[in-house]
């Protein structure tokens, strides 16, 4: 049986958005299962912030971005799976690509939302940036 690490893990998220909208996935699989959240996941060894994030992005939706800013930073302690992650939010928009949920056995749906009306149950980053006062 594999050890589990008690190292933190680092995380990237894009905040896309378009005509006032983000998109928002809702999870699949045991992290963050039923909750919704940006496209993401985790930064590989040797890569940049940015990269990561369009990697994710693209593998996820099938759309390229342009990194337009970090946005921020949220310590995610989920104590009933014995997880610890940091996750980086960075804005973007959509430079190219046709949104299409390309990994259904990870994401349920892909949708667009404003800001102030965000859907429930959250995944535990985005519920962090809101709790910081983040906002679009």
Known sequence: MKKESKKPFIGVAGLIVKDGKVLLGKRLGKHGRGTWGPPGGKLE???EFEDAV???V????GLKIKVIRFAAVTNNIFMEE???S????????????????RE??????????R???LPKPLFLPVKKLLEQGFSL
């Open 45 to 47: 060894f040797n890569e």
């Open 104 to 113: 259904q056995d990870k994401c349920e749906e892909l949708r667009w939302f």
């Open 54 to 56: 369009k990697r994710e």
């Open 58 to 61: 693209l593998e996820e939706t």
């Open 115 to 117: 800001w102030n009306q």
């Open 82 to 84: 014995h997880k610890h």
């Open 86 to 101: 940091i996750t980086l939010f960075f804005l973007c928009r959509i430079t190219s690509g046709i949104l299409r949920n």
